[in-house]
Structures are given as structure tokens and as C-alpha cells.
């Protein structure tokens, strides 16, 4: 190779090395990071998501399911580098090693959405046990289902569903849509759907607590900025509770 052919050689190879092939590279700052989140996180989670890109630099993509689904998938090799839960239960199952500590960063309540108007007359839980309200909640696997069954117990009534979601999300939907009369939702939700729903409180639901967690260091900026000043903010917006 002639004198001059190997200098380009050496010039090509030192641009390819400093655009870098993989934005996760180790030793380079990372340009996008994967977050797996809870489905009720998704509206609150793109304004977090816009304001840590500012601030940041680093663009943010998300995978929303059901906390149950998100950590199977991560279990199972899933790539992300942050996941962020709608219970801490949920998120203790996750095998797989994390690099910083487990944080709580949001919390929740659980309301009973009805069609606009509330045609149903729906005023208390008791109400979801009427045989002509059709109700649907989620999944007992689901932390959203597993907060519902609580409250229902504390308010002693018995509901019997027409269908069982596989996250919170499938809830809201179905009564948007005039499939279901009522369903049990997190506040959140109930305030994303706005008018497309109506509300009635449940004094008997249990507090959700939301932790997050960094899969690797790319993903710990992203946990770090949603206990911040600013993500705090964000998330107080949305009508979630603070961590404590």
C-alpha cells in the first residue's frame, strides 16, 4: 500500500471510530435510551421523556405494557436500559441484574370511570355489583388489577367482569369505547381521558407506589431526572402523588 493510500486509510478509520456504530457504546455517551414502563406512565412518560431530551441530550423510547408483561420480556432478554412498574412487587421479580438501586419515584390512586354522564347512576363501588352495570377491570396480574381487588374487598362488594385486561390502558379503552359501563382505573388515567369519561371516587383504594429502576448506566440518568425538581414536577402535572 502506497504512502498516501494508507494515510486515508488511517483518516477513514479515525471518522468511522469517532461517529461510533452503537449509541449504547461503552466509554461514549449514549444518544437514546430504551425505558420499559408501566401503561399507565405513557402520557406523563413522553412529557418526561421531551424534557430529559432537552436537558439531556439523550432521546428516550419506550416499550408500555403491563408491569407483569415488562418484566417477563426483560427476563427473558428483552433489551432496555431503565423500567419503571406500577407496584414494587411486580418489579421484584425482575432476574435480571440492575445497576443502581431500586427507586420510588411516583404514587397513585384508583378511580371508578363511567360512560360521559354517568348513564348508569353509578355512585359507589357497590354499584359495580349491579347486574346490568357491565364492568371490566384488569387482570388480577396486573398491579392496577391487584389494587382493584383490594379496594372491592375493603368495600366488601363482590363484582363479577366481563372482561379481565392485560393492562390498565385496556380498562380506559373499553369504556371510552361504550363496550364496558364502568371500570377501575388510576386517577391518571381517568384525568388523560378527560371528557371522554366520567369519575366517581373509591375511598377504599389502596395507594400504588411506582418504582423505577436503572438495567444498566445508560438507563440511570433517565430514573435520576423522575425523582428531580423537574420530573417531579412533570409528574405532579399528570396527577400523580408524590414518592412520599
Known amino acids: 500500500m502506497s504512502r498516501r493510500a494508507l494515510g486515508t486509510a488511517v483518516a477513514v478509520a479515525a471518522l468511522l471510530t469517532a ?11 449514549p444518544r437514546t435510551i430504551t425505558v420499559f414502563a408501566a401503561a399507565s406512565l405513557t402520557n406523563a412518560f413522553a412529557a418526561e421523556a421531551a424534557a430529559y431530551t432537552k436537558q439531556s441530550g439523550v432521546h428516550v423510547r419506550f416499550s408500555f405494557a403491563g408491569s407483569q408483561d415488562l418484566v417477563a420480556q426483560l427476563n427473558q432478554g428483552a433489551p432496555a436500559d431503565a423500567v419503571a412498574t406500577a407496584d414494587t412487587a411486580t418489579l421484584g421479580k425482575l432476574t435480571v441484574h440492575l445497576s443502581g438501586a431500586t427507586t420510588l ?12 354522564g354517568n348513564p348508569k347512576h353509578i355512585r359507589s363501588a ?25 379496594a372491592l374487598q375493603a368495600a366488601h362488594v363482590t363484582v363479577h367482569p366481563k372482561s379481565l385486561e392485560d393492562n390498565v390502558r385496556g380498562v380506559l379503552t373499553k369504556v371510552e369505547l361504550g363496550e364496558a359501563d364502568a371500570g377501575i382505573v388510576y386517577v391518571t388515567d381517568a384525568q388523560s381521558a378527560g371528557a371522554k369519561v366520567g369519575t366517581v371516587a373509591l375511598p377504599t383504594s389502596p395507594i400504588a407506589t411506582y418504582p423505577a429502576a436503572a438495567v444498566d448506566a445508560a438507563g440511570q440518568g433517565f430514573v435520576d431526572f423522575l425523582t ?17
Do not use: E, H, W
Open 228 to 244: 428531580s425538581p423537574a420530573g417531579q414536577a412533570i409528574l405532579a402535572r399528570f396527577g400523580f402523588l408524590p414518592p412520599r
Open 126 to 150: 357497590a354499584d359495580l355489583a349491579k347486574p346490568s352495570v357491565v364492568v371490566v377491570l384488569a387482570a388480577p396480574t396486573v398491579p392496577a388489577g391487584k389494587y382493584a381487588v383490594k
Open 19 to 29: 461517529c461510533g456504530g452503537n449509541s449504547n457504546n461503552t466509554g461514549s455517551k
Open 105 to 116: 419515584f411516583a404514587r397513585n390512586r384508583l378511580v371508578i370511570v363511567t360512560a360521559p
